[in-house]
């Protein structure tokens, strides 16, 4: 018997964002079409799950009428919303569909459906092509042909990729550029990939020279460009052969801090900043900040510059996403987030004892050279076949040649360990006196994903009561854009972690990202303890720490909360240290010394 799928925070976003764009497509007032779209904006940021939130939650968030509400709770019963089904059913087929592509907007869209029987992507490039999409107004043949370019390059609103694709795309493409031309300055990503979102649409790009328009043309004849969509004397706009587009802008040295500052957003965050501004009479733009009286510009050196003249220290730019940064950070409450420079060991790696593709001793010598102190060896157990996990003879054996290995290496220290399954009905893989034999115990999720949220949760709670399992490793199991996260009620699984002294995994593989953000962010407020776990099955793989850690900042997180920012000494204190009192052993480790 198959479920419901309990909606996600994202479905209920683009439910409303769909709404939004019908109104506008059928001409409704902007005032509705705005209430709309807003509520999709909110929901994007939450760090609670909507689909179980009660209506005095939902009543607080900001636009959150009756009709907002009404809806949202129907959408959570139902899975469904008859006013959406009823607006899509009124209006052509393939609207939102064909607004996706850039330069289509709601209005066009609507016409082209009408007037052209435009009901796809497919159908809008035959259009194009035809020259028949040009009799519809305001669509010169130069708008026309931008669009076929999108659409030749599968660009559209709403395509994002994940940031481990996007960011050694970015890396590639600064690295071309600055081996092409001399005299840049200032390279760098701003946007969503500069906030360390996990997914990435455009890729925008800021730099300094001294001649803007030799940067545009090596810009745009990079061997990787596949497309030049726009080419300017300091702004040009390419996609490369990834699929990728990059927006390149050339800023002045003197305007260039206003200017990351403005493009790395978000769009709320720097709405509140200039709101800031100009109570204290000023007007904050790309620019700098200009004197509203004297229309005097005030040019900064620095981010840091800008918001100290709004009386505010600097605010990362992984939590500028106006979720109360701005007001902690002006009551001088802003916490320390957690850097890479604080992980000194890796909790979860892979071996070809199992499914990994080297040699314990080769993962060892990579690890040491991505600068780890420690590493925990967690093979998979017994029930992940296709893994080829281990039996529990095999396991001894395993921790024999952990423990061998580590007396011959010098620089970093090996650890027991394994990435056990949690079975279907919450049991161990392992027998209780082969799990006493490790280190470091994670337990995961491999099978039957498809369980209700109550059986899940219930299941994922059984795990955690046993004194054997440290940690619980990438909880809700998904793979970004390919599999989505099971059912489960993450408040009461943090509740248990807390009360047994649980550790839940920020796995950073670029393919998970487990937790996320707003899951990590809630976790915090609740008081749970993490583990950074790079769950590397390749030697390169190590250095995929970063992408964990950008998701660890952007849920807030401190590395006194993280148990493998200890030292060696200090980890294995805390691991000889009663599951249900290593809370507390974090929580009175001085993590300053």
């Known amino acids: 018997m198959t479920t419901k799928r309990k909606l996600q925070n994202q479905d209920f976003a683009r439910v409303f964002e769909d709404i939004a764009t019908l109104l506008q497509a059928r001409g409704d007032s902007v005032f509705k079409t705005r209430a709309y779209s807003r509520a999709a904006d909110a929901i994007g940021n939450l760090q609670f799950d909507l689909a179980t939130a009660s209506e005095e939650e939902l009543r607080k968030l900001p636009g959150f009428g009756d009709a907002i509400v009404t809806k949202v709770q129907e959408l959570a019963e139902t899975g469904e919303l008859q006013f959406f089904e009823k607006l899509k059913a009124e209006m052509p087929a393939g609207i939102l569909e064909i607004t996706q592509v850039p330069g289509v907007g709601p209005k066009t869209a609507m016409r082209a459906a009408q007037e052209l029987g435009i009901d796809s992507r497919e159908a809008l490039q035959a259009s194009i092509e035809s020259g028949e999409f040009e009799s519809l107004p305001r669509i010169s043949n130069k708008v026309a042909q931008n669009i076929l370019r999108h659409l030749k390059s599968r660009i559209s609103q709403g395509q994002r990729v994940p940031i481990g694709q996007a960011l050694p795309e970015a890396e590639r493409v600064m690295s071309a550029l600055q081996d092409a031309v001399n005299g840049i300055r200032n390279l760098t990503c701003a946007g969503s990939l500069r906030r360390h979102r996990e997914t990435i649409g455009d890729i925008d790009m800021l730099c300094s020279a001294d001649d803007p328009e030799a940067v545009m043309e090596a810009f745009t004849t990079l061997p990787m460009v596949r497309d030049v969509m726009s080419k300017g004397a300091t702004k040009s706009m390419v996609v490369m052969d990834s699929g990728l587009q990059f927006d390149l802008r050339v800023i002045p040295d003197e305007a260039f801090a206003a200017t990351l500052l ?46 100290e003249r709004l009386d505010l220290p600097y605010i990362p730019p ?21 850097t890479a420079e604080d992980v000194r060991g890796d909790l979860h790696s892979h071996t070809d004892w199992t499914d990994g593709r080297f040699s314990m001793e080769e993962m060892a010598e990579a690890a040491k050279e991505a600068g780890f102190e420690y590493l925990v060896v967690t093979d998979h157990s017994k029930s992940a076949t296709v893994a080829g996990g281990l039996s529990v003879e095999k396991l001894a054996e395993h921790n024999e040649a952990v423990r061998e290995l580590d007396k011959k290496l010098s620089g970093i220290r090996l650890l027991t360990g394994t990435e056990m399954d949690i079975l279907a009905d919450g049991s161990m893989d392992y027998p209780d006196d082969a799990l006493a034999e490790l280190d470091v115990v994670l337990g995961s999720i491999h099978s039957q994903m498809d369980q209700d949220e109550k059986t899940m949760t219930a299941r994922i709670i059984s795990a955690m009561e046993n004194e054997n399992l440290d940690i619980v490793a990438h909880l809700t199991t998904r793979r970004i854009g390919r599999r989505a996260p099971v059912d489960l009620d993450f408040d009461a699984i943090c509740r248990v972690a807390v009360e047994t002294g649980t550790l839940l995994e920020i796995n950073t593989s670029t393919q998970r990202l487990d937790l996320k953000d707003t899951h990590i962010r809630r976790a915090m407020d609740l008081g749970v303890m993490f583990s950074l776990g790079t ?28 148990v493998n920012t200890l030292p060696h000494a200090a980890f294995l204190k805390f691991l000889s240290t009663p599951k249900p009192e290593r809370y507390a052993f974090m929580e009175s480790y001085d993590h300053k010394s």
């Not at 099955?537 to 964990?548: A, E, K």
Request: charged share 35%; net charge negative.
């Open 262 to 307: 403005y493009f790395t957003g978000s769009k709320e965050h720097g709405i509140r900043l200039r709101d800031r501004a100009n109570k204290r009479g000023l007007s904050l733009n790309e620019y700098g900040a200009k004197n509203i009286e004297t229309d005097e510009l005030e040019e900064f050196a620095s981010e840091e510059a800008i918001y």
């Open 535 to 562: 769950d590397s099955h390749r030697i390169h793989q190590f250095v995929d720490l970063r992408y964990g850690i950008g998701m660890a900042r952007r849920g807030w997180c401190t590395p006194d909360r993280v």
């Open 318 to 338: 992984e939590i500028r996403e106006d979720t109360g940064e701005i007001d902690l950070a002006e009551q001088g409450e802003l916490p320390r987030l957690i």
